[in-house]
């Protein structure tokens, strides 16, 4: 059922803490991880929690501020040097290519490993897909172009209703096909109809990520319904100024917008370093939406 | 006497370890701040031990691999987030600023901070001197151009002989005359000597850096009678010979320059992240030069 496993990397912002990293997630999904954010210092905290370098075929970055994209260069470096081969897409703005292209050629030399630049369409949409997952841009607001991303597991397949399985003796090797849609004929040539043999599917998962954004309801349909929703709150309600100079989220703010869109669980990350520690951001966000989670660095959320 | 004081920001190589950070040393010389190597995640370091940004005017990076010089985009962007005026000189390969200036342009601008590129001498020589202090770069031997860097107090002013001027009651005002090198005319003419009025200065303190290279006596010279040499030792002699192939040393290599260059102490680093602890570095490095220190983030040695 947990298919989603959601590593908090880095959850401060664009000022040096001591407490916290900038921006970087990783999603792992059936054995695929997904990267979000690649702040400075996420490869070191890759390898902290012990994932697996071959598996992370996928970096989505929200925008070009280097906390959410310093971390880049090193991460590739050292994929290389640990002997990574195929490729790794990186999906960004459109200017990342012609900033990260020099150094990726004077440091990441590689004949077996390839970085691919996939730039993110500027009014959002489908970027990724498989056979189980679709990752979708969309637009947020910021000082520069930022975009948010949400993860959708795809309508899986029905379950098999056992006893009915059972009642009519179903041979093991005819469930994948009614599981897709069969009916099944009996020896006798009885068709039994397909939805008189499955149940319901299990309800698909969901994960959004809200980078840097000020507070703009256009961005609650994007998000509508997530399982779990991160939303950046880099301040407190007593910023709310400097929240709106700075194109910045408070706490209160994410949680409004967790509760239009009526997601399942918001978790609060991007804190400003001026925090000595969140108690204020959940005192602010839980009023408005209950639910409410503060990220930290080695976190993870299973959904 | 203690002029000098270097803080270990990294002392790790190049792939990433949960132990040690990569490459980064911050030498203050008199209220100036010289930054070693940059390494990521130098930024975050330079702040936790308190460093005033406004301080540091010239950085050293010793060679282009992305353990000593990632962490330079992330800093510049802090220093200029942080309010940071004035000019910083960074001292590396030719190469450096066509690979940093797109980032620079694109991540960092600033109308009252700018970063001046200053390439280093292909051969070495002087490359910093003020008042007091006088940097050298001199070649190393590595798989890509390195230099190491030395650091050389200027020779001090003589102290004042205290019983001198109580018996020829020189007035305060004329000591730092006298200092500097001249005689003192007594009341009633007599001219006093400049020799009999001073004593030896306290002696010129020296530190020098030797990034990554392979073993190599020629730069015994260049390190000559140093106070402190920082010396890599990325392996132990059970790796003697990945040493070679990769253009590293090992601890007994770095105490075999020490010993020939007659330094007061050595410092080890740049150690490789397949060690659990260092313990091993010293037992072969002691032998062969006892006054052996390892380094480790956060330490500060003072001479």
């Known amino acids: 059922m947990n298919e989603f496993e959601l590593t908090i990397l880095g959850c401060g912002s664009a000022r040096p803490s001591v407490r916290h990293l900038p921006s970087a997630q990783v999603l792992s999904y059936r054995g ?13 905290e890759f390898f902290r929690y012990g994932f697996n370098l071959n598996r992370v075929g996928h970096i989505f970055i929200s925008h070009l501020h280097g906390d959410h994209c310093y971390g880049l260069i090193g991460f590739i470096s050292t994929l290389i040097l640990q002997g990574k081969t195929g490729e790794l897409t990186i999906h960004a703005h459109n200017d990342l290519e012609k900033l990260l292209a020099p150094s990726l050629e004077y440091f990441c030399r590689s004949e077996v490993f390839k970085v691919i630049f996939s730039p993110l369409p500027v009014k959002g949409g489908i970027i990724y897909e498989d056979k189980s997952l679709q990752v979708t841009a969309f637009p ?12 959708d597991e795809k ?11 059972e009642y009519y003796q179903i041979p093991l090797k005819e469930l994948q096909a009614i599981k897709e849609g069969a009916d099944y004929i009996t020896p006798e040539g009885e068709t039994i109809p397909n939805k008189k043999l499955v149940l319901p599917p299990s309800p698909s998962q969901s994960y959004a990520y809200c980078s840097d954004t000020i507070y703009t309801p ?33 706490a209160a703010q994410a949680a409004d917008i967790a509760r239009q869109a009526e997601v399942g ?16 951001f959940l005192n602010e966000a839980r009023p408005i939406f209950p639910n409410t989670l503060l990220s930290n660095e080695g976190m993870k959320f299973r959904f």
Chains 1, 2 share one sequence.
């Open 218 to 250: 256009r961005i609650v349909p994007f998000v509508k319904g997530v399982t779990v929703l991160y939303h950046e709150s880099t301040y407190t309600e007593e910023y709310s100024e400097q929240a709106k100079d700075r194109y910045h989220s408070t």
């Open 155 to 165: 309508e899986k397949l029905p379950h098999i209703d056992k006893s009915a399985a």
């Open 265 to 280: 669980t918001l978790i609060l990350g991007h804190y400003s370093s001026r925090y000595k520690d969140e108690a204020q």
């Open 32 to 44: 695929k991880l997904f990267m979000i954010d690649c702040g400075e210092g996420a490869q070191r």
């Open 140 to 151: 947020l607001k910021h000082r520069v172009p930022s975009y948010g991303f949400r993860f």
